[in-house]
């Protein structure tokens, strides 16, 4: 059993920056590939970026490429979204997820659990 929890959203104006974490308990998560994903209002939940569980391979959607980085400490437990360039469009409540697998492009019912969310709003 994971268990998730994200922390670091909140307000920024546009350009600025914000590292989100997804902190885990369990001893096996090392062995786990995380996401990110994010919800804007009526919309669709998207991934945004998605890392191996050794670290050494990584998936970017396309409005995030080139802006933000996931990153993992798998001594802490703890999984990063550094995001910056932030824009308005980025509005969303952020989520992890973690899996055995690393497939970044399956669905989201695949991936086996998940955190509760955290809000970033970026502002113009």
């Known amino acids: 059993q994971v268990q998730l929890g994200e922390s670091g959203g909140g307000l920024v104006q546009a350009g600025g920056s914000l590292r989100l974490s997804c902190a885990a308990s369990?001893?096996?998560?090392?062995?786990?590939?995380v996401g990110w994903f994010r919800q804007a209002p009526g919309k669709e939940r998207e991934v945004v970026a998605v890392?191996?569980?050794?670290?050494?391979?990584?998936y970017y959607g396309d409005s995030v490429a080139g802006r933000f980085t996931i990153s993992r400490d798998n001594a802490k437990n703890t999984v990063y979204l550094q995001m910056n360039s932030l824009k308005p469009e980025d509005t969303a409540v952020y989520y992890c997820?973690?899996?055995?697998?690393?497939?970044?492009?399956?669905?989201?019912?695949?991936?086996?659990?998940w955190g509760q969310g955290t809000q970033v709003t970026v502002s113009s």
């Open positions: 890392i191996s569980w050794s670290g050494s391979r990584t």
């Open positions: 997820a973690a899996d055995p697998a690393f497939r970044p492009t399956m669905s989201l019912r695949e991936w086996s659990y």
């Open positions: 369990g001893r096996t998560f090392s062995s786990y590939a």
